[in-house]
């Protein structure tokens, strides 16, 4: 008898985040190791009507193509893009054999390959197709995240297996707030950071296009960011984990960096194109049933009583903004001695709201 966590975690994404309906194609991405839940996602859009499509990948495929490619298979996304543009909604599942495959892969190969998969990510962006992006629980994210799978798998439907459309309605009162705002002010441990929003409106992001969810953002003018921030929570980019990032910003661009760890890997993605050193998104985290880091972006940006900056893309779903290749989260703790400001005016304090 299979897992109801995982019954129910297919029905959400079937049925509420990308709402199938019958007659539509629906492409499923996912490695083999989150085999489960794939089988459940199947067999719902075949209840549902959908007509789905399969993309299954094997562990260490990814290691092998950057170990034996040259330019131009890096630059082959012609199948991928076929797919894209076949399908009527897609369900991207995450989860892997080893989150460290990448580690050691040419930063140069990483670049050239994310230049190429860039137009995939853009076209769902302008709305291309429906989407939805989630995570199953396998071996190797719950080592990242220093607990055991059973705990891990515990974490996990507890943060993904909620109640949406209240959560939805429980962000409102502070999206309200930001709308009518021009300049956000963020204070912290070795941070004090100006970001613009004059004239943006908040996307509200409640199981829509991830699960887990619980944040809204902003794709904020890109050349107005000042001040500086320090990121104590580790981050992992491109199979590269990196912490103690440090980050100052003039007229919006980052003139200095820095990190504690992975710094070669931070110079790396910040010298993919002009558009990696302006921000592309700034979210604010509102689950507060995620209440630690686990080094896992799809979880670590929606932690309530933090916010999150992304290098490089804006998401047009927030109107216009940066142009880059990559998109990076990174997220603040602003649980410990942290503050944001709208235009002057104390709103969080400590992570919690002060309205």
């Not at 998969?117 to 939805?132: D, E, H, I, N």
């Not at 103690?244 to 790396?268: C, D, M, P, T, W």
Request: net charge negative; proline share 3%.
């Amino acid at each position: 008898m299979g897992d109801p966590r995982v019954k129910e975690l297919a029905r959400i994404l079937v049925h509420h985040s990308i709402n199938v309906q019958p007659g539509e194609k629906i492409l499923i991405i996912g490695d083999a190791e989150t085999a489960p839940l794939i089988k459940e996602v199947y067999r719902t859009v075949l209840k549902a009507g959908g007509h789905p499509m399969l993309q299954v990948g094997l562990a260490e495929l990814n290691k092998i193509l950057y170990d034996e490619a040259g330019g131009e298979q890096l630059d082959d996304v012609d199948v991928l893009e076929w797919l894209y543009h076949r399908a009527d909604g897609l369900i991207r599942i995450l989860g892997s054999a080893n989150n460290k495959e990448l580690t050691n892969v040419d930063p140069e190969k990483l670049k050239r390959r994310s230049r190429a998969t860039s137009k995939l990510s853009r076209y769902l962006m302008q709305g291309g197709a429906k989407w939805v992006l989630t995570m199953f629980p396998t071996q190797a994210q719950a080592q990242d995240a220093d607990m055991s799978l059973e705990e891990y798998e515990h974490f996990v439907y507890s943060a993904t297996n909620v109640d949406y459309a209240a959560m939805e309605r429980s962000m409102l009162g502070a999206v309200q707030k930001f709308n009518e705002a021009s300049k956000v002010r963020i204070v912290g441990k070795e941070t004090d950071l100006t970001v613009d929003i004059a004239g943006r409106s908040a996307v509200i992001c409640a199981g829509n296009r991830n699960v887990p969810d619980g944040e809204f953002y902003f794709s904020p003018n890109h050349l107005l960011t000042e001040g500086h921030i320090y990121y104590e929570w580790p981050t992992v980019y491109n199979g590269r984990e990196i912490s103690g990032i440090r980050l100052r910003f003039e007229k919006g661009r980052v003139v200095e960096y820095s990190a504690e760890k992975g710094e070669e890997a931070l110079a790396a993605a910040l010298d993919t194109d002009e558009g990696a050193r302006f921000l592309g998104e700034l979210g604010i985290g509102v689950n507060y049933g995620i209440t630690r880091p686990t080094k896992d972006i799809l979880f670590d940006e929606k932690i309530g009583g933090s916010v999150h900056l992304a290098l490089g893309r804006a998401y047009e779903m927030g109107g216009a903004g940066n142009e880059s290749v990559i998109h990076w989260d990174m997220v603040k703790n602003l649980k410990d001695g942290g503050e944001i400001y709208l235009d002057g005016i104390l709103v969080q304090k400590n992570g919690q709201w002060v309205f």
